[in-house]
Structures are given as structure tokens and as C-alpha cells.
């Protein structure tokens, strides 16, 4: 059995076969998954899984393909959010750069918008308050 298997296997099992919400701990940064089937007439019709993003997928089996390349998505995550930090600073602090598409990147990397513009001088969602 693969170790997508046997995550598969584990899914099933933990959400009821896709009606029941489930945590689970990544064993290599301890972060929580939750796995939210959205279920309406009684039928399961995708799943919203919560970890260092939220994403929705189809089937118990994408989920499982998720979980399975967890590590790879994470990094991909983080050298993301490098790169909108690094535009931020580098063009839209300095007034360059288009605001819009930074926003709509912004919510697809954060899951939410920037906060834009006070007094005329762009505020970094990034500051430490």
C-alpha cells in the first residue's frame, strides 16, 4: 500500500466517508490540516481543506494527493510569499508598479487583500505592529 493509500484510506475513514469535518497533524511541522466536506441535499460536492492556505478540492482523492505532496506545496507557498514580499518592497512601495494586480495576487497568496494606501504612502501588510 503507498503512502497515498494509506492516506486515502485515513480520509475516509476519519470524515465518514466524506460527511464529517477532520484535523490532522503533518508530522514534519506539527501544522493542523482540517478538512471541511461542504455538503448540501445530503451530498457531498467538495471540500474545503484549511492548512497554511486554504484551498477547496473535488474528491477525498485530491485531498489525499494534497496531504501526500504536503512538503512541496508548503514551499511552494513560502517562495511565493518571498516574491510578493520582495514586490512589494522593491515597486509598490515606491509608487511603481500596478496596484490591482498586486492586490489580486496578494489575496490569492494571503487569502486576503492588502491594505493599501493611507495618507497618500503605501502601508506594508507585512509590517510588524
Not at 484535523?23 to 484549511?50: A, N, R, W
Not at 494527493?65 to 515606491?94: A, G, P, V
Amino acid at each position: 500500500m503507498t503512502r497515498y493509500d494509506k492516506i486515502l484510506t485515513e480520509l475516509i475513514k476519519r470524515t465518514e466517508v466524506g460527511t464529517k469535518d477532520c484535523t490532522i497533524t503533518m508530522k514534519c511541522d506539527g501544522q493542523k490540516i482540517t478538512i471541511h466536506p461542504c455538503v448540501s441535499c445530503g451530498c457531498t460536492e467538495y471540500f474545503l481543506v484549511y492548512s497554511f492556505e486554504q484551498t477547496g478540492f473535488n474528491t477525498l482523492e485530491e485531498v489525499a494527493s494534497y496531504i501526500d505532496n504536503y512538503e512541496e506545496h508548503k514551499k511552494e507557498q513560502l517562495s511565493e510569499e518571498e516574491k510578493i514580499r520582495k514586490y512589494f518592497n522593491e515597486e509598490i512601495s515606491k509608487g511603481k508598479g500596478d496596484w490591482d494586480w498586486y492586490s489580486d495576487w496578494h489575496k490569492d497568496v494571503f487569502g486576503f487583500r492588502p491594505h493599501g494606501m493611507v495618507c497618500g504612502h503605501y502601508v506594508s501588510p507585512y509590517a510588524v505592529v
